[in-house]
């Protein structure tokens, strides 16, 4: 099993930015898929953008404004989001998995809340 760390979660006013870093331990296969969902209350958690050999997927409400990265020496993922909206207000949860649809190992979860 993964161990995922998340950091980087706070308040914003929209039109912000926040920087997401997600610490993986353990086994790590470079090749395995690592990223973002998230979930707002009464919905279910939904993907944000991951990253595997290199190639990303994001959804589309943030395309063009989230950015995922990874670091696998560190075995690290970032998530830097831009010109965040209300909407983007989620708690955002690392993953590990083989895809990006069959995440394994999750975090325990960071804040973000974009308001005024």
């Known amino acids: 099993q993964v161990q995922l760390v998340e950091s980087g979660g706070g308040l914003v006013q929209p039109g912000g930015s926040l920087r997401l870093s997600c610490a993986a331990s353990g086994s790590i296969f470079n090749m395995y898929a690592m990223g973002w969902y998230r979930r707002t209350p009464g919905k279910q958690r939904e993907l944000v953008a991951t990253?595997?050999?290199?190639?990303?997927k994001y959804a589309d409400s943030v395309k063009g404004r989230f950015s995922i990265s990874r670091d696998n020496a560190k075995s690290t993922v970032y998530l830097q989001m831009n010109s965040l909206k209300p909407e983007d207000t989620a708690v955002y949860y690392c993953?590990?998995?083989?895809?990006?649809?069959?995440?394994?190992?999750w975090g325990q979860g960071t804040q973000v809340t974009v308001s005024s």
């Open positions: 993953m590990y998995g083989s895809t990006w649809y069959a995440p394994r190992d």
């Open positions: 990253i595997s050999g290199g190639r990303t």
